[in-house]
């Protein structure tokens, strides 16, 4: 079991459901796996609505692969809101704008696809987890380089340790556990 900080006491239950799993994907490295809290159905429904309630006045909801889809579809869906995925770099058949970064473990190149984002639209854009921030900022960037606004950021689990929020000046970072 994960030991959440500070964790409000509506979304202890949530805590209870993310698992540690040690030396993953590299020895050193204590992954939190949170496809605990996706397979339990009221789990899923607070993260969605929670997340949903932070999302403002966000025309789109923006996920970032993989698990960000997931949770990103559920929160547009109760935000009212249609979801726009940004993936990885070849998979999708035609590319408004892409970005490369760096990671813990190499680098990634994240895409938007075209004619899906509007210029000026006010997006939410959702993850899974945030550890470095590096695939945050980059999706961040990436909307911009589309002409979106990003109004928030909205996660899951946030590896407060790594610092990853820093990457993110001037942008609204939410979520519903730190670690």
Do not use: C, W
């Not at 960000?68 to 990885?88: D, E, N, Q, S």
């Not at 380089?145 to 993110?168: H, I, N, S, Y």
């Amino acid at each position: 079991m994960s030991l959440a900080e500070n964790v409000d006491p509506s979304l202890a239950r949530l805590a209870g459901l993310v698992r540690d799993v040690p030396d993953y994907p590299e020895p050193g490295v204590l992954f939190r796996d949170i496809t605990p809290v996706l397979a339990d159905g009221e789990a899923f429904t607070v993260v969605s609505t929670e997340l949903a309630a932070l999302a403002g006045e966000a025309d789109l909801v923006v996920g970032v692969e993989a698990r960000g889809f997931l949770i990103g579809a559920a929160v547009a869906l109760v935000a009212g809101t249609g979801i726009v995925p940004v993936r990885k770099a070849g998979k999708l058949p035609r590319v408004a704008a892409s970005r490369t970064y760096d990671l813990e473990y190499g680098s990634a190149t994240l895409e938007i696809p075209a004619d899906t984002v509007p210029a000026g639209a006010r997006v939410f854009l959702i993850d899974d987890v945030l550890a470095t921030g590096g695939t945050a900022a980059a999706a961040a960037a990436l909307l911009g380089d589309v002409g979106a606004q990003v109004t928030g950021f909205g996660t899951l689990v946030e590896l407060t340790a790594l610092g990853g929020r820093a990457r993110l000046a001037g942008i609204p970072v939410h979520t519903l556990l730190r670690y």
